[in-house]
């Protein structure tokens, strides 16, 4: 089947631009995600030894874990953007060669600024996650999409649970710096599979890259994440950090107000503020906060000494071992996450996700007096987690243009790194003001670690009351048409932008009947007909978004057929045009949902406009209606 692009599409068989075969595209992705992952947790088992090891204060210490999250924050957004534009699978590789050369800088260092450079770069391969995502969508049969992007969102949390346990066990048994090789050599076997295995995506986002929007962006961030990692060193309540905060809230502002004057922006506020979209990034937000309560608490717990009363006396690779399984149960959840997608929406799977958390640190609440508790909290926590990371990249895509893919999912990335970020300060803050002395040093107390799962569990709560918020996937079935969806289907974009999501739409038929159009993910389909029934040769057909403009074009064949695949979930417009016929045009949704919608496009008489097929209560058999509208064969395009 000939490879086609969202904007030119033909007639004839359903066109899809993704390789019918495709195994080697997910596994290979998938170990880049935990590749990267492992990053952000590396360093965990020896974080501790951090100032003796680098001969500084441990104050200092703490900017070889916040320069690695500073670094991800800021480059996920951007190496989206970047990979809509240039190219995914580049971009994705560029991002694996910064972090193999930040590995190597931090294996030959025992210097303080120059391990801060390293970490930088390592975190900086964070972009990767959702380049890889963004590349599942444009590449795979849509069979197989779902558990795909299930496994390559959870790979941040699956990296992260996995690295801990052979992070110990190779600081127990050799020099430390042995910890960056390993991540070079990871990362330059994901870049060797990346290009073997790894096609390049034919997507391609319009415009430029907004260099003043990254800067500020950057500027954004670092302002904002900065006092949050770093203010239980400096003060809550110090002018540096209120400073700061402050500094960040006018940056973030400006930056915004800069991004929706754009004509070619790095994050498209408007899609942001969709529902589905806020919501989903808020709900981010909460996993992120919730995730990282449980890597916070659970190995200090079980590291601590038996004579604290309440520690569980285990050594380093043990405590990675009993929470192992929190990565490991959060990868098995991908096939599980797909079936309960299919059956019920990304968002029943969110829910049931963050209820399966709720319980787990509920239950956590009284299982941590032994060992294997801990693996039973790790089990639960891991399901529920998976499925709700596995669901986040769904609710994205299915809000968002194909273009905007790799931007939107950086954007979400990005809101969990900010839960993570918060979860760690916060928690933080609560072990420290809550320990207690043994032998006279402060270790977190049992009391600070309940109230830790406390705040996960709120977190939990808040995440569960965004979800309920988020449109729910609408049944293939008989719908009425939005309030509006008529004027919208004549043609002026600017009332298309205005009427909102439109349920079905009918259209005159040739045999004296109304056909119902349901949307979804088999793409438009149907014939171009005149007044008389006869198949119109020489007609286009054009989709337009929900932005106006277009999103697919394509030609009837002898018979008048047409087949466009749409490039995402929500409304459009088909629009179609013939020498020596009025356009006609028809507003219809694209769901998602692996149902084809049919669309007969019928054109009036010449001279007469844009004609619209009959309203939803005309008769049977009655006329379409006319309107006069702009030349034949022309469709105004509205701004953004």
């Known amino acids: 089947m000939p490879q086609t692009t969202p904007t030119d599409q033909h007639a004839g068989g359903l066109p899809d631009p993704r390789p019918r075969k495709a195994g080697g595209i997910v596994p290979v992705l998938a170990f880049a995600g935990i590749t990267v992952a492992v990053m952000q947790t590396l360093l965990v088992p020896v974080i501790k030894d951090l100032p003796a090891l680098l001969r500084t204060a441990p104050a200092n210490a703490t900017w070889v874990m916040t320069a690695t999250l500073l670094a991800g924050a800021v480059a996920t957004p951007i190496m989206g953007r970047l990979g809509d534009l240039f190219g995914k699978r580049r971009l994705l590789l560029t991002s694996l060669a910064v972090m193999v050369v930040g590995s190597l800088i931090c294996g030959v260092t025992d210097d303080l600024m120059i391990m801060i450079v390293g970490r930088a770069l390592q975190g900086f391969a964070m972009g990767a996650i959702p380049l890889g995502i963004g590349i599942m969508r444009d590449e795979l049969p849509r069979e197989k999409l779902g558990s795909a992007m299930a496994l390559m969102s959870s790979s941040i949390g699956v990296g992260g649970g996995l690295a801990m346990p052979a992070a110990a066990l190779i600081a127990q048994n050799a020099d430390w710096h042995a910890l960056f090789f390993a991540a070079a050599g990871l990362g330059a076997l994901s870049i060797l599979l990346t290009v073997l295995f790894v096609p390049e995506s034919s997507v391609r986002a319009p415009g430029t890259f907004d260099w003043l929007g990254a800067i500020g962006l950057s500027a954004g961030l670092v302002s904002l994440l900065l006092p949050v990692t770093k203010g239980s060193d400096w003060g809550w309540t110090s002018a540096t950090t209120l400073g700061l905060f402050g500094l ?15 004509a070619a922006p790095l994050v498209d506020l408007r899609t942001s503020a969709r529902r589905e979209v806020l919501l989903t990034n808020l709900a981010s937000i909460m996993i992120g906060v919730a995730f990282y309560a449980v890597t916070l608490v659970l ?57 399966i958390m709720a319980v787990g640190y509920g239950a956590g609440l009284g299982l941590m007096s032994a060992a294997w508790q801990t693996i039973v909290i790790s089990v639960v926590l891991g399901a529920g987690i998976g499925l709700a990371y596995s669901s986040l990249p769904a609710l994205i895509i299915g809000a968002v ?14 809101m969990r790194s900010i839960g993570t970020s918060m979860s760690s300060a916060v928690i ?40 309920v918020f988020l ?32 349920g079905t739409a009918e259209t005159a038929g040739t045999a004296g009947h ?38 697919g074009r394509g030609t009837v064949d002898a018979e008048g057929r047409y ?4 490039p995402g979930a929500g409304p459009y417009v088909l629009a179609a045009t013939a ?19 049919t669309v007969d496009l019928v054109l009036g008489r010449p001279g007469a406009g844009l004609a619209v097929g009959a309203a939803p209560d005309a008769a049977p058999g009655s006329a379409p209606d006319l309107v006069p509208a702009r030349a034949p064969g022309t469709m105004e395009s509205p701004g953004t």
């Open 514 to 551: 109304r056909a119902t159009l349901v949307a979804g993910s088999g793409g438009f389909t149907g014939r171009v007909l005149d007044g008389d029934g006869a198949p119109v040769a020489r007609a286009n057909v054009t989709l337009i978004d929900r932005r106006g403009r277009q999103a």
């Open 428 to 467: 933080g803050m609560v072990l420290a003001h809550t320990s207690v002395p043994v032998g006279g040093v402060a270790v977190p107390s049992m009391h600070g670690f309940r109230i830790s799962f406390v705040i996960a569990t709120g977190a939990v709560v808040i995440g569960l009351v965004l979800a």
């Open 579 to 597: 020498p020596g016929h009025a356009s006609h045009a028809r507003p219809a949704e694209y769901q998602g949902d692996g149902v084809p919608v």
């Open 401 to 414: 243009d194909a273009s905007e893919t790799g931007a939107a999912n950086g954007l979400n990335t990005l």
């Open 248 to 262: 960040a809230v006018v940056i973030l502002l400006l930056w915004g107000l800069m991004e929706l004057r754009s």
């Open 471 to 502: 449109p729910g996937r609408r049944p293939a079935g008989l719908q009425e048409p939005a309030a509006g969806a008529e004027e919208a289907a004549y043609g002026t974009a600017a009332a298309y932008g205005t009427t909102g999501a439109y």
């Open 563 to 566: 087949t466009l695949l749409p």
């Open 299 to 355: 190995p200090q717990l079980l590291q601590l000494p038996a004579s604290t009363g309440y520690g569980l006396g285990q050594s380093m690779v043990v405590a990675g071992l009993c929470v192992a399984p929190l990565g490991l149960t959060m990868m098995l959840t991908a096939p599980l996450y797909a079936r309960i997608s299919a059956r019920r929406g990304p968002k029943v799977t969110l829910i049931i996700g963050m209820l």
